[in-house]
């Protein structure tokens, strides 16, 4: 969550429509480059050595490229298939092979392509944009360093107002707030992050045109980000561990997965100390050389799970009992009311001139309808309380709910205020996107428990298009589905009526 918003205000605040063009080319070679080609690229022409047939011009990559480059990650990434397997079927128990492969696969890639292309495309644009203005104080004041910063020879103020010089613009800032840029020092590669961070300074505003910039926010959250990403990879692995070494039990105490993590970090810790590069070295070999029988494993394993899904498949044909489709569990039960029925039914009244088709449930919205529709425009985190404490049943979630509810509205109140900031400093208005769409998480995330919890059909991207610009619908939506469904609202219990009838759900409480 927190990398997610770092990279969204940084996207919102960089130069984004030019980021989304970096982010279609990339995807484009990723899918030319990457799947294909890369697979077989061996580098043989550059693998040659000197009398062996080796390029006279000396731009071929060094013989040693592919085993410390690609042949080292391939094997690295076999060598950790069954470690990192075995988390994954931990956490993906009574999940479909359709779930897994999405989770697993296709989303990590795309966030990774956004991720590479939106923080990359920042850092080369910005380093670009510092070479161009090195240039331009060569060219036009005969001063390389004319724009650079006081601090540091490898960073350039941009200008925040065109430049012109013997009445001819030379320099036109069609970014302005994003300063200074940086070239990468060869030296010391640690500080690029930060650069990019700092670049958000937006100078020259602010009640006496002397706000700080967003940096120190945004390098302070991508350290604290950057820990939990650290602390988290260490529990996995230590989860990892625990169960093999309590020999496939589920259940441990957590002093053992403490000491596997201190283990852990003592056998890292340990390495780096005694053999530094020596050791890392030694580690990408040992890699490389245990990631080869791992393959034969993995296609093994592959060709394991076609024949149990084949297996299956005939067991079920053949009528056999206990093996059930899930779906047919769940009957296909929708909303009562459409996202965009209610209010909106009024454009279906207004463009038909009044004629609509009946039998498509299209009727006129009613008083309730009308005044749930603007009562959640304006204070959602109302319904949005009563919604949680009505599907929780016992209220053994009531402060949580609270909580939750206090964080909706403070998200609410918060994005609103930031739009209006952003009329003076456009980089809030990136702050009030984010809180915006926190909102829209908090709202997904309640409307697919629900939806789950009475059986009805749906998906995340439904989910979360309704809980974020269609929010108000959103609520008045599931406020009508659970009132038809005969839950008291207010009281956290359903009505007596309705106690004794069980929804039948999936095993994982959701439907596909």
């Known amino acids: 969550g927190l990398g997610c918003l770092i990279l969204f205000l940084s996207f919102v605040m960089e130069k984004s429509y030019w980021l989304l063009n970096v982010l279609v080319q990339t995807t484009g070679v990723y899918l030319q480059w990457n799947i294909f080609q890369l697979p077989f690229w061996t580098n043989a022409f550059g693998g040659l050595k000197e009398g062996e047939g080796r390029a006279t011009d000396e731009k071929s990559a060094p013989w040693e490229w592919m085993g410390w480059w690609t042949v080292f990650y391939m094997a690295w990434w076999v060598a950790w298939a069954c470690f990192v397997g075995l988390f994954i079927a931990r956490i993906s128990k009574n999940r479909s092979l359709r779930n897994v492969v999405f ?11 956004v991720w590479m292309s939106f923080m990359g495309g920042m850092g080369l644009r910005q380093q670009r ?6 240039e331009l104080g060569r060219s036009v004041y005969n001063d390389e360093a004319r724009f650079e910063t006081s601090y540091s020879e490898f960073c350039y103020d941009v200008p925040q107002e065109d430049v012109e010089f013997n009445g001819a613009t030379v320099f036109v800032n069609t970014l ?5 840029v940086c070239r990468q020092d060869p030296d010391d590669k640690t500080n ?21 910039g967003f940096g120190q926010f945004m390098s302070g959250i991508s350290i604290f980000t950057l820990a939990i990403y650290f602390i988290t990879s260490s529990d996995s692995g230590s989860l990892v561990v625990d169960t093999l070494a309590s020999n496939g039990a589920e259940e441990h105490h957590w002093i053992q997965r403490v000491f596997w993590a201190l283990t852990e970090g003592a056998v890292a810790t340990g390495l780096l100390v005694a053999g530094g590069n020596n050791a890392l070295g030694a580690l990408q070999t040992a890699s490389i050389v245990f990631g080869l029988p791992f393959n034969f494993f993995i ?35 929708t909303w009562e009311m459409p996202i965009f029925g209610g209010i909106f039914n009024i454009v279906e009244f207004i463009v038909s001139f009044g004629m609509v088709n009946k039998q498509l449930g299209i009727e006129f919205p009613t008083s309730k309808q009308v005044v749930g529709f603007f009562k959640n425009l304006l204070l959602p985190f109302l319904p949005l309380y009563s919604i949680c404490s009505s599907i929780d049943m016992k ?8 909580l939750l509810t206090v ?13 209006i900031c952003g ?32 059986g009805i059909v749906g998906n995340f991207v439904g989910d979360f298009i309704a809980g974020s610009f269609l929010y108000p619908q959103a609520l008045l939506q599931i406020e009508l589905q659970l009132e038809h469904e005969d839950y008291s609202f207010g009281d956290g219990n359903p009505s007596e009526e309705n106690e004794d009838v069980t929804v039948p759900l999936h095993k994982h409480g959701h439907a596909e």
């Open 299 to 333: 296609f093994f394993m592959c060709w394991s799970i076609q024949k149990m899904c084949e297996k299956l498949e005939q067991l079920e044909e053949l009528g056999a009992t206990g093996i059930i489709d899930a779906k047919l569990l769940l009957p296909k039960k």
């Open 407 to 419: 964080a909706y509205a403070l998200c609410h109140v918060g994005w609103i205020a930031l739009f």
């Open 103 to 113: 989770g697993v696969f296709l989303a990590p890639t795309a966030y990774a392509l």
């Open 176 to 180: 302005p707030g994003i300063t200074p």
């Open 423 to 454: 009329t003076i400093n456009y980089g809030f208005v990136a702050f009030g996107w984010s809180a915006f769409f926190l909102n829209a998480c908090i709202l997904t995330s309640v409307r697919m428990h629900v939806r789950g919890k009475l």
């Open 395 to 402: 209220g053994e979630n009531a402060r949580a709910n609270m």
């Open 192 to 212: 690029d992050w930060f650069n990019i961070m700092y670049s958000f300074s937006y100078p020259g505003t602010g009640a006496n045109g002397d706000f700080g």
């Open 129 to 134: 944009q510092a070479n161009e203005l090195q």
